[in-house]
């Protein structure tokens, strides 16, 4: 059974009196007013009842699908290239011999004979130093070696004669020795006499005059014998005097004869001095300086000039140790290494200068010139500075147009790869992982990005040398690749430097 609600209008009649005291009733709107209001409302209804109707019997569409939107990339072919591994440093040129023009002694500079900057061959006097005063003490010493040469051969001869006496001496000594032996034999035989009369007188035989003529021959016999013992002793005196003499004479000789040599040797040494004086060029080149003027004091080994070789011309640049082992073709050491770890490089070595050019007036560097030089010298010790080698390129100098002190720039080639892959250093990614680049592969009609790790070797200006990752033929992606994902369709819009036409779909 329905509730019937019961309006209790005693109540509202009430309420209402209540409040129409304290509310302000709105004006009342007149019949004109009330039916536009109600007109548009009405309109409004309308509306709100066709867009319901409009929208329930609509058909359902499905939405239309998003457009893909591939992106445009640049590719290159990999193709292999010969290249070659070589050192680019600075050098700087050095003249191929400098020598300073140094006096052995002191003295007086007196004239130049060459110019500053001209050229000097080599022996040909460059400068004098004053030998005034060694010139008049070797005159000096000339006329006292003539006095010399004259004492010795006056020695010479008062040897000679001394030695002649000697001789003579000797003889007498014989002539003594055999008049003693005459006078010796006469005594015996008077000392003979005299026993035979000395018997005969005992037998009374021989007269008292008889015995006194033999004992008178027998001492006269006796004295003979004494006289000719005292002149060989006197020849033997004599002898010896003379033997002193020609000893004495000897040394007089050799005395001159010291006195000579001792005159010829210090009129060398001023003769020496004196051709000293004359500062010559050690070779053949160009006087750089005179840093001494005519009238000053000259030092020993104090250099007053400098000459230069600059036919020859030597660069001295600084190698990294770890590439100076490959710059000795005979270093077997670096041979077997290229073999076992860079097994397609050859080692092959050439060196050459670059003179660079003047600057132009848009700022670049005009071009230079490239001069093919030899390895000198290696050194075989770093500098413990830097630790470096120094390592000497010889070069001809080009009509001579090269000075002493130019800093210029080396390249030296070490390896050779007939068969090299060259990329472009912005097609490289450098990630967490490892420098990689993204290759294109073209699978049913579609271009599909792929990843590759790279081995990079060397970068030589905008690009670098891989040893591995990329093979021939692979299409390497240089532009676009920025945001690419393996896997990813990309278009190609431009490969091997030409505009590649887009495919009709």
């Keep these: ?110 004239r130049w004979f060459i110019r500053e900057g001209a050229p000097v061959k080599i022996g040909e006097v460059v400068a004098e130093i004053n030998t005034k005063a060694l010139r008049l003490n070797l005159d000096e010493l000339v006329a006292a070696l003539k006095t010399a040469s004259q004492n010795v051969s006056l020695s010479v001869i008062r040897r000679e004669r001394a030695q002649v006496n000697l001789d003579n001496m000797k003889k007498n000594i014989k002539i003594q020795e055999i008049a003693l032996a005459s006078a010796e034999s006469n005594y015996q035989l008077g000392q003979k006499q005299f026993d035979r009369v000395q018997q005969l007188a005992k037998q009374q035989m021989a007269s008292e005059a008889a015995m006194d003529d033999a004992k008178n021959s027998l001492t006269q016999s006796e004295l003979a014998v004494i006289r000719a013992k005292q002149n060989l002793n006197s020849a033997l005196l004599n002898v010896r005097t003379a033997e002193l003499a020609v000893k004495e004479a000897k040394a007089g000789v050799k005395l001159a004869e010291a006195r000579n040599v001792e005159l010829e040797a210090t009129i060398d040494v001023l003769e020496y001095k004196i051709e000293k004086g004359k500062l010559r060029a050690p070779f053949s080149g160009r006087l750089e300086e005179q840093l001494i003027q005519p009238g000053e004091i000259v030092t020993p080994n104090a250099a007053v000039g400098f000459i230069y070789d600059l036919k020859v011309l030597r660069a001295t640049i600084n190698v990294p140790d770890r590439y100076v082992a490959f710059l000795d073709p005979e270093n077997t050491s670096a041979q077997t290494f290229i073999q076992m770890y860079l097994p397609n490089a050859q080692q092959r070595i050439k060196a050459s200068l670059i003179i660079p050019g003047l600057p132009s007036l848009t700022g670049d560097e005009t071009s230079g010139i490239e001069l093919n030089a030899e390895i000198a010298r290696v050194a075989q010790s770093s500098d413990p500075k830097s630790n470096t080698f120094k390592v000497e390129l010889r070069f001809p100098n080009p009509g001579n147009a090269l000075k002493h002190g130019i800093i210029a720039r080396s390249k030296i080639e070490y390896l050779y790869y007939p068969d090299a892959i060259i990329i472009p250093i912005r097609a490289v990614q450098v990630t967490d992982a490892g420098p990689r680049v993204l290759v294109v592969s073209e699978t049913a009609g579609e271009q599909i990005v792929g990843f590759r790790d790279i081995k990079p070797v060397s970068i030589h200006g905008s690009k670098t040398f891989i040893s591995a990752g990329l093979n021939q033929g692979d299409r390497l992606i240089v532009a676009g690749w920025k945001g690419l994902v393996g896997g990813e369709k990309v278009n190609v819009l431009v490969e091997d430097g030409k505009f590649v036409k887009p495919q009709p779909k």
């Design 1 to 110: 059974m329905p509730i019937q609600i019961m309006e209790n209008t005693s109540n509202d009649s009430q309420l209402s009196s209540v409040f129409e005291d304290d509310v302000e009733k709105p004006p009342k709107l007149s019949k004109r007013g009330t039916i536009i209001s109600w007109s548009i409302t009405g309109v409004i209804l309308l509306g709100v009842v066709i867009v319901i109707i409009f929208t329930s019997t609509r058909e359902a569409t499905k939405p239309a699908p998003a457009v893909t939107k591939l992106a445009n990339v640049e590719v290159i072919t990999i193709s292999t290239q010969k290249f070659v591994e070589s050192l680019t440093l600075p050098a700087i040129i050095n003249a191929d011999r400098v020598a300073g023009i140094r006096p052995e002694y002191s003295g007086t500079l007196e």
